[in-house]
């Protein structure tokens, strides 16, 4: 069965101070790795996907990697306005519609 | 606004009454997802519809929960005869033919008393 670990669980971060969130995953057949990012009491907003093992993506103070078994969400120079959950997610290897979503990394941002 | 809605944002209701939530996808959209997310936790998967044939269903969907697509445009997930376990926020997804990257609305926040 397809499994997706995100760690640490929260994570609490002086404004300007870098770092970065983990993604661990099983699958059989990997066929993209998603980030969302969630606000409290929202629908997560998609951020990215990664397609194969070397694959990175930017946006803003987010990048994204990907290795074979892991995929990193590196925030550089982190804001106020970067506290929300962030969530990885795969494409079921069963099928390619059902998703699933790891428990998230909780960020805070302190001015 | 073109991205995917979902009405009503809240809903509070009594154990044993039925519910039911309305989704409209993004206009494009041919797939359609339905998730639930308790605190603390991801969203799981529900169903999935790919126009209007309900494609894929998940364990987590008992008797209660039925979802439906007529014509392929918005969707509706009634819940009979709500439980307290029921609480929680209930997600709509859509996504294109050529790409499962999937969007989500705002989510429909359900309290069971």
């Known amino acids: 069965e397809d499994q997706v670990t995100q760690s640490p669980e929260a994570l609490r971060l002086q404004e300007g101070e870098s770092s970065s969130l983990n993604c661990s995953y099983t699958v059989s057949g990997l066929r993209g790795l998603f980030w969302y990012r969630q606000d409290p009491g929202k629908g997560p907003e998609f951020l990215f996907t990664l397609y194969s093992a070397g694959e990175e993506k930017e946006k803003e103070r987010l990048k994204a990697t990907l290795t074979k078994k892991e995929s990193f969400l590196h925030i550089t120079a982190p804001k106020p306005e970067d506290s929300a959950t962030y969530l990885c997610?795969?494409?079921?290897?069963?099928?390619?519609?059902?998703?699933?979503f790891g428990t998230g990394t909780k960020l805070q941002v302190i001015p | 606004d073109t991205g995917v809605s979902q009405d009503p944002r809240h809903k509070i209701t009594k154990r044993g009454q039925n519910v039911t939530f309305r989704c409209d996808p993004i206009?494009?959209?041919?797939?359609l997802y339905w998730y639930r997310q308790t605190l603390g936790q991801g969203p799981e998967f529900l169903t999935y519809?790919?126009?209007?044939?309900?494609?894929?269903k998940s364990r987590l969907l008992s008797d209660r929960f039925s979802a439906e697509r007529p014509k392929g445009s918005f969707s509706t997930l009634e819940i009979q005869r709500t439980e307290q376990g029921d609480s929680a926020m209930y997600l709509c997804?859509?996504?294109?033919?050529?790409?499962?990257?999937?969007?989500f609305g705002p989510g429909t926040r359900l309290t069971v008393l």
């Open positions: 206009s494009e959209h041919n797939r």
């Open positions: 997610a795969l494409p079921d290897s069963g099928g390619y519609q059902k998703v699933t």
């Open positions: 519809f790919q126009n209007e044939a309900q494609l894929e």
């Open positions: 997804a859509s996504s294109g033919p050529a790409s499962y990257e999937q969007f």
